[in-house]
């Protein structure tokens, strides 16, 4: 799963459970790098996926009727956030 902060006012919600990948997005009305802190909830269980940004901007998918609803691991997993920062002149 990923969960992406694209241009100042988008924010992606991104995963594959076997049938091809699913992307979510929300827009904010008003440019994200405002120096304030913003609420992301990125979930998928069984039945949606679902995005949102600042409990106010929602996305909702339905969970595709196929693909699989629980991870199998064999290994150890890792979650990743990263956050990409350019300074212009």
């Known amino acids: 799963m990923w969960v992406f ?8 919600f991104s995963f594959d459970v076997g049938n091809g990948p699913v992307e979510l997005q ?3 009305a008003t440019p994200l790098n405002d120096d304030q ?8 269980n ?3 996926a679902v995005l949102q940004l600042d409990l106010t901007n929602r996305a909702a998918r339905p969970a ?3 693909g ?3 991870l ?3 290994s150890q997993l890792y979650v990743e956030a990263s956050v990409q920062i350019s300074h212009r002149c």
Request: charged share 25%; hydrophobic share 40%; glycine share 0%.
């Open 72 to 74: 199998e691991l064999f």
């Open 64 to 66: 595709p009727p196929q």
């Open 46 to 48: 069984v039945k949606e």
């Open 37 to 44: 802190w913003h609420h992301v909830v990125a979930e998928r």
């Open 26 to 28: 929300v827009h904010a």
């Open 68 to 70: 699989h609803t629980r």
């Open 5 to 12: 902060y694209h241009e100042a006012v988008t924010v992606s």
